[in-house]
T-cell receptor, first 115, second 114 residues
Framework: DSGVTQTPKHLITATGQRVTLRCSPR?????VYWYQQSLDQGLQFLIQ???????AKGNILERFSAQQFPDLHSELNLSSLELGDSALYFC??????????????FGPGTRLTVL | AQSVTQLGSHVSVSEGALVLLRCNYS??????LFWYVQYPNQGLQLLLK??????LVKGINGFEAEFKKSETSFHLTKPSAHMSDAAEYFC????????????FGRGTQLTVWP
């Protein structure tokens, strides 16, 4: 158990809908990272938050957004869903804003299926 | 920019045999390299990481990896495979101005035969 929790574990929805994925980082960790794992693209970095502020952006679509709250949990919002958004979404946390030697601890993921 | 290439999307070994999973990296700055393992229906777990302190890195579950700058490689090895090692393994790199983000390879699925 990494100490990172993600809810829900599975999510099935229809095209055009909006969903929210939730992540709670390990106790004391200030950074939260979101990654998408799909068969087509592999594991891709989406976005990073540090202590409530956006720190880095990767291949995140404009239909997707995220935020980190004062209690440090984070939410990833996916809207106008398409079939191609079906994937496993991972959250990871770490203690710093981006030290290269920092370890990222991954949650169990949320499997999103768009029908 | 950083990137990682994992040679071989599937590797099969017999129980007790040597495990060798290949990873080559590309980085314009000194890299920091990681190996993660993903068991079915689980998240990624860190096996080991290279942070320039030592070129031979020992990790959990008997795995180790050697950083070879001249070959831009960071291959993962284990002397004797166990059935419980069957999983998907990911090599990742980070460094430079990309802050904390990790660049992952496409993964190698390890099968261990009895």
């Amino acid at each position: 158990d990494s100490g990172v929790t993600q809810t829900p574990k599975h999510l099935i929805t229809a095209t055009g809908q909006r969903v929210t994925l939730r992540c709670s980082p390990r106790s004391g960790d200030l950074s939260v990272y979101w990654y998408q794992q799909s068969l087509d693209q592999g594991l891709q970095f989406l976005i990073q938050y540090y202590n409530g502020e956006e720190r880095a952006k990767g291949n995140i679509l404009e239909r997707f957004s995220a935020q980190q709250f004062p209690d440090l949990h984070s939410e990833l919002n996916l809207s106008s869903l398409e079939l191609g958004d079906s994937a496993l979404y991972f959250c990871a946390s770490s203690g710093t804003s981006g030290a290269a030697t920092d370890t990222q601890y991954f949650g169990p993921g949320t499997r999103l299926t768009v029908l | 920019a950083q990137s990682v290439t994992q040679l071989g999307s599937h590797v099969s070994v017999s129980e007790g045999a040597l495990v060798l999973l290949r990873c080559n990296y590309s980085s314009s700055v000194p890299p920091y390299l990681f190996w993660y393992v993903q068991y079915p229906n689980q998240g990624l777990q860190l096996l080991l990481k290279y942070t320039s302190a030592a070129t031979l890195v020992k990790g959990i579950n008997g795995f180790e990896a050697e950083f070879k700058k001249s070959e831009t490689s960071f291959h993962l090895t284990k002397p004797s495979a166990h059935m419980s090692d069957a999983a998907e393994y990911f090599c990742a790199v980070r460094g430079g101005s990309t802050l904390g983000r990790l660049y992952f390879g496409r993964g190698t699925q390890l099968t261990v035969w009895p």
